[in-house]
């Protein structure tokens, strides 16, 4: 859940505020709310800058392929080539880089949204009123190259915004906000003892038991690699504020698979930095395609995994210069007018290739092609493709290919369970995280306004906290053992907020804050599980098995949590979806 607050700075507590917040996007929690909440405007002394800096760039249109891809896929009639189901970040995404990076292959590409808006669980909400705006799904995203290129493709790229570098995170310990570390502070910050640094420094250098032939958990491999206090006052906090789970069960090589990877390849997490810097040294990676559209980099897959030699004779085309400039340091991203800018924008960029209220009931395979049922607001309709791209979260997925493929059906639902799969997700955002050994109940909270610009009047601050997760059912219990769901009403999570916030970052004899909005997400988070990658290749194994080689899967259970995450891999699908497509039989 997330509450959203506004208050007034003047109330914020001795604690160190003046760095207020910025960090990666902060999906909305599993099972969890967002409360936000204003309060009294406050006077012009003690008024919180807000930080926060647009990104001047030069607006650049999509290429004429996107614009002409896009309007050959308008209409209903004849078949497809791709039927993207499922219009959130992923799916824009997905259909964006098939219109401008695959038109050859692409190019009568259809988007199908079960809902009647764009953009998933991304929720921006305002109050052009009173000058408020927030967030009720992600709250940002880090600023890589594949979402530059997508706001580039969309033609936003001059309305992004940054956070401030140097805003830092805060963890509750111990009744004190502690900044975390974030460089050369890594000595002095003083949320850790100094054994427990000495502790994770040993072990990060390679002093540590080896790693197990057994998946291990996120707890299991920070407590093996770092030591308990790295866990307890840093690993914890994030696991249930970012992907509101329990590190016992996550995943360590699911949920955090580069971090996993460097033990792997060098023996420690140091020895992992070391050489993968090296073998980035000699081997760039690949880049999104400049604009106008450059020679594809056809001997470069998506994850730039190919042999040294071949890459020096095949070198990775040059970053496109349409692009922004490189953000400087550790930022986070939004838009002037919140994240919906961005699926908006492609929406509109594809025109009427985008249909909304539009509900898949079924998928069915006619000879080399595709039959799917529609319901929609003319009636029932059915539309034919070569390939699908399914979007969609893993529960809607597995109900559409049981019939066929259930043995796919099965992978999706026994290792994802549907309490936790509606959601996107994404990084923590610049703010403060709350252990659970600590005796908060608010998971974290993230200072909107400190973030980006515009979000709320001047001598107001906007707090975003979130309220639930896998370990704090209290907000909506719909899990198999819950025998009644136990709703917390909202009257009921502002005052528990409230109170976990003065104790921490609102002084006790504050005027109350005033609440915007409350936000309840019942299916949130995927959460990536111990076995959650297997169960995922199952599932893709289940549908080759079926004959449905083009129905691919995708989505934030297959890509991540991370709103970024869903970008790049959007342009990964589309890449494999071409793939299909130059596989498949012509139609008729």
């Known amino acids: ?75 209903d009639s004849g078949v497809y080539d791709v039927v993207v189901v499922g ?24 988007v199908t949204e079960a809902r009647d808006r764009v953009g998933g669980n991304i929720t921006t909400v305002s109050n052009d009123e009173e ?30 915004v940054l956070g401030d570098p140097t805003a830092p995170r805060f963890v509750y310990w111990d009744k004190k906000l502690r900044p975390t570390p974030s460089g050369l502070d890594a000595l002095t910050f003083d949320l850790m003892s100094i054994f427990g640094k000495i502790r994770a420094g040993l072990g990060a250098l390679g002093f540590k038991a080896p790693l197990p032939e057994y998946e291990e958990s996120v707890e299991q491999y920070v407590r093996r690699n770092l030591g308990e206090e790295v866990f307890e006052r840093l690993i914890e906090p994030f696991c249930s ?51 106008p559209r450059l020679k594809p980099c056809v001997s470069h ?91 969609v979260p893993a529960y809607v997925a597995a109900d559409l290919v049981a019939d066929k493929a259930p043995a796919a ?18 990084l923590p955002g610049f703010g403060q995280l709350h252990p659970r050994s600590q ?29 639930g997760g896998a370990q704090n059912r209290a907000v909506k219990d719909t899990s198999e053992d819950a025998l009644v769901a136990q709703d917390m009403s909202d009257g009921a999570l502002v005052a528990q907020v409230d109170k976990d916030l003065r104790q921490m970052l609102l002084r006790p004899d504050a005027p109350a804050p005033r609440k915007v909005a409350v936000r309840v997400w019942p299916r949130a988070i995927p959460q990536f599980n111990i076995g959650h990658l297997e169960a995922v290749e199952g599932a893709q194994r289940g549908i080759k ?19 970024g995450k869903c970008i790049e891999y959007g342009f990964t699908f589309a890449d494999q979806v071409a793939a299909q497509l130059k596989a498949a039989p012509k139609s008729a």
């Open 545 to 563: 098995a079926a004959g449905w080689d083009g129905v691919l899967l995708g989505g934030n259970y297959v890509a991540g949590v991370a709103l």
């Open 439 to 467: 005796g908060i109940t608010t998971l974290g909270t993230i200072y909107s306004s400190s973030l980006f610009p515009n979000r709320v009047p001047k001598g107001q601050v906007l707090l975003l906290s979130y309220f």
């Open 409 to 426: 059906a099965d992978a999706l639902k026994s290792a994802l369970r549907p309490d936790r799969l509606d959601a996107n997700g994404n």
């Open 131 to 160: 000058g408020l705006l927030w967030e009720e799904g992600p709250n940002s995203f880090q600023p890589n190259d594949f979402i530059l290129q997508a706001a580039v493709d969309a033609g936003v790229a001059d309305q992004l």
């Open 1 to 75: 859940m997330q509450v959203a607050l506004v208050s007034n700075p003047a109330c914020a507590p001795a604690q160190p505020t003046r760095r207020q917040a910025a960090s990666s996007s902060v999906l909305a929690p599993n099972a969890s709310r967002l409360v936000a909440q204003v309060a009294a405007r406050a006077s012009q002394r003690g008024v919180a800058r807000q930080r926060g800096a647009s990104l001047r760039v030069l607006a650049t249109s999509a290429p004429p392929a996107a614009q002409a891809g896009a309007k050959a896929a308008g209409g």
């Open 241 to 291: 504020g970012v992907y509101a789970g329990d590190p016992k069960k996550l995943s360590m090589k699911a949920a955090f698979g580069k971090v996993y990877d460097l033990e792997k390849k060098g023996g420690s997490i140091i020895g992992g930095v070391i050489k993968l810097l090296q073998e980035r040294k000699a081997n760039p990676p690949c880049m999104p395609p400049p604009l």
């Open 87 to 110: 219009a959130g970040i992923s799916g824009l995404t997905t259909a964006q880089a098939l219109v401008t990076q695959h038109g050859s292959e692409a190019k009568r590409v259809l």
């Open 301 to 391: 897959p998506p994850a730039c995994q190919t042999h040294p030699q071949e890459r020096k004779a095949n070198p990775p085309p040059p970053r496109n210069p349409a692009l922004p400039p490189k953000p400087k340091g550790q930022t986070v991203g939004s838009f002037r007018r919140g994240l919906k800018t961005l699926p908006e924008a492609i929406a509109a960029k594809l025109g009427d290739a985008v249909h909304c209220n539009w509900a898949l009931k079924g998928i069915e395979k006619e000879g080399s092609v595709y039959k799917l049922t529609y319901d929609t607001p003319a009636g029932r309709k059915e539309v034919r493709t070569r390939t699908v791209a399914l979007t």
